[in-house]
């Protein structure tokens, strides 16, 4: 049987205090940002479970409002994803005196629709749900009637309101600079059935062909790629030709292609170009650096907040999604292309 993870087995790991933990994972001030950054980090990594917080936070509750956020474990996973969106909301809801509850929520959880109990008995004023989990899931919160704003996803069937990435529009800056560099042979690799981020994206590459005048190869456009190093060196290898540049739907896909493209003997950026998005932590351990489309996080989460809270004290206000632009990084991994010097 699996041992819960307690704040003591985190500080013991990090050397920490127990104290420390818990004013890092409660929100409260007396920690520094690097080190809430870190504990919340390992603590993700470790399983811990954040409804533990849930008889601090109703403690709170009574002074002050208390808002939810929720995502899935995969979401959880993306530690630099999560912990930067987790601190930003934690910093706006503290600049406007709330309380924060995170829940990660299971693949088990959500296939059975099991909402966490701070939600069944709506004992907290609002939830933020970050990214994907599953379309009924995302649902059923709704239905609870708790003010809800979607952060990083939104879909046809969910009557929400949303902040989201421009995906297209940035998308297209994407594919016009490698444009810009003299490639015309673009290949694309992700999994548009994962989010529907990752089909605008390739939306907004298609866009960009159609403006450009750019003809792209279906063979060279993966959507159903696993995100996984092997799997990855295993497409690329199976094509008959590559293309001289490849924009990656993220920078995990973005690295992997980077490692395999190298094992395959082709040199970046001179043989081929790499462009990826998110400006995560691997588009910069990545050899070389990865040209990216950098998302503003913070922005996220002020958008969030506001939104939120703007919800709460008006229900009656129209739905709006809110597109956010993204800022393009230029780094090592984007060169002149192969004949074009």
Request: hydrophobic content about 40%; charged content about 20%; glycine content about 6%.
């Amino acid at each position: 049987m699996k041992t819960k993870v307690t704040m003591q087995d985190i500080a013991n790991k990090l050397n920490l205090s127990k104290n420390s933990v818990s004013q890092a994972l409660t929100g409260k001030p007396g920690v520094g940002e690097d080190t809430r950054r870190l504990i919340v980090q390992t603590a993700a990594e470790m399983g811990y479970s954040y409804a533990k917080r849930q008889p601090e936070a109703a403690e709170a509750a009574s002074s002050k409002r208390t808002i939810a956020l929720i995502a899935s474990d995969y979401a959880f996973s993306m530690k630099s994803f999560f912990s930067d969106i987790y601190l930003s909301v934690d910093k706006e809801l503290n600049r406007h005196g709330c309380g924060l509850l995170i829940q990660s929520i299971s693949p088990e959880q959500a296939a059975s629709l099991t909402l966490p109990a701070f939600l069944q008995e709506r004992s907290v004023e609002g939830v933020l749900i970050l990214s994907h989990i599953t379309t009924p899931y995302i649902q059923a919160v709704l239905d609870t009637g708790i003010p809800a704003v979607l952060i990083d996803h939104h879909h046809p069937a969910l009557q929400a309101d949303a902040i989201l990435t421009n995906n297209r529009f940035s998308a297209f800056e994407a594919i016009r600079h490698l444009v810009d560099f003299g490639h015309r042979d673009i290949g694309f690799i992700g999994n548009i059935r994962l989010s529907p981020s990752y089909y605008e994206r390739l939306e907004g590459m298609r866009l960009a062909a159609y403006e450009l005048g750019l003809e792209l190869r279906e063979e060279w456009l993966i959507t159903d790629a696993v995100e996984e190093s092997e799997a990855v060196r295993r497409r690329l290898t199976d094509l008959p030709a590559l293309p001289t540049a490849w924009f990656c739907v993220n920078d995990g896909f973005g690295f992997m292609v980077n490692s395999a493209l190298q094992q395959l003997g082709c040199r970046v950026p001179e043989d081929a170009s790499i462009v990826s998005f998110d400006n995560g932590y691997l588009s910069r351990l990545a050899t070389p650096p990865m040209t990216t489309m950098n998302v503003n996080l913070p922005l996220y989460a002020e958008c969030a907040v506001e939104r939120l809270l703007g919800r709460m004290d008006n229900p009656s206000l129209p739905l709006a999604e809110t597109l956010l632009p993204t800022s393009l990084l230029v780094r090592a991994s984007t060169g002149p292309a192969p004949g074009s010097r």
